[in-house]
């Protein structure tokens, strides 16, 4: 990290996320770790509000507004993370995996995050237009109980050049940066 980044100064500060999910929590240890000197992660499990296989970016995006109020309020955190990933469909008559995340504070501030998003292959898409949800639709396509928990559909799909905490950091980050607007307390000098 270098020195433009901007750090808040702080004895510590506290985040609960809503899921007890690893690659949840550890997408948030990252993306905390670039904002935040000292910081303690904590999980809880919380509902999301919304259909165990969300459709669409606005469903999505609320079970992870949903998780993350859920979640500051049940350890009274300083902030709460959500993080919700479903399907939306998308150009080329595709459908894409997305994922939100956001990050609420005591006051009710709140950031919003997207991760990169991609397709998935039409007989997954098919299955999902079925009624499947992707995860364990996925553990019976690969024999692999749990994969969401673990590298995530992206792994499976990319044979592995990228996973699911990668996806998920992202989100998270441009929740962080919202919520905190380091670029109002810093001078940005694009020159």
Excluded at 101 to 128: H, I
Excluded at 141 to 161: F, K, N, Q, Y
Excluded at 168 to 190: E, I, R, Y
Aim: proline share 6%; net charge negative.
């Amino acid at each position: 990290m270098t020195e433009a980044h901007s750090r808040a100064a702080s004895p510590h500060v506290r985040i609960t996320v809503g899921s007890s999910n690893p690659t949840k929590v550890r997408a948030v240890e990252i993306a905390a770790a670039s904002f935040f000197d000292r910081v303690v992660v904590e999980c809880v499990e919380v509902p999301s509000g919304v259909p165990g296989q969300p459709w669409g970016d606005d469903e999505t995006a609320q079970g992870a507004l949903h998780r993350a109020e859920r979640a500051r309020t049940a350890l009274d955190a300083d902030i709460g993370v959500g993080i919700e990933s479903g399907v939306d469909e998308g150009p080329f008559e595709r459908l894409y995996v997305v994922s939100w995340a956001v990050a609420v504070d005591r006051r009710g501030a709140f950031g919003a995050g997207g991760s990169e998003r991609f397709p998935l292959p039409a007989d997954v898409a098919a299955a999902l237009h079925r009624g499947d949800e992707l995860g364990p639709h996925l553990d019976r396509l690969v024999g692999i109980p749990g994969i969401s928990r673990r590298e995530g559909a992206v792994s499976l799909i990319t044979g592995g050049r990228r996973n699911r905490t990668e996806i998920l950091v992202v989100a998270v980050l441009h929740a962080f940066a919202a919520l905190l607007q380091p670029w109002a307390t810093h001078s940005m000098d694009f020159r």
